[in-house]
């Protein structure tokens, strides 16, 4: 089971960047495929971003060529670097790690402005 903490949300201006970042606990961080998922006020939770453990990646169509997702085996990390974000991109950002049982994190706020 994984312990996540995100970090590195804010408030920024659309065309503005931020990069959010996921720290995990455990040793079982290398084998676990990672997720980052957003939530929206009034709306349901939806996927982001993915990573396999092999560090295959994919994205949701609407933050592909804007987003990207990576993670730092050796720093138990998981990382979502944003760019050109829109004021559609503000809401809430979960990470999420699946390793048999789901874990997430407590999420973190990303306002954009326009």
């Known amino acids: 089971q994984l312990q996540l903490v995100e970090s590195g949300g804010g408030l920024v201006q659309a065309g503005g960047s931020l990069r959010l970042s996921c720290a995990a606990s455990g040793r079982n961080f290398r084998i676990a495929a990672m997720y980052w998922y957003r939530q929206a006020p009034g709306k349901e939770r939806e996927l982001v971003a993915s990573?396999?453990?092999?560090?295959?990646?994919n994205y949701d169509d609407s933050v592909k060529g804007r987003f990207t997702i990576s993670r730092d085996n050796a720093k138990n990390t998981l990382y979502l670097q944003m760019n050109s974000l829109k004021p559609d991109d503000t809401a809430v950002y979960y990470c999420?790690?699946?390793?048999?049982?789901?874990?997430w994190g407590q999420g973190t706020q990303v306002t954009v402005s326009s």
């Open positions: 999420a790690g699946h390793i048999i049982r789901w874990s």
């Open positions: 990573i396999s453990s092999a560090g295959s990646a």
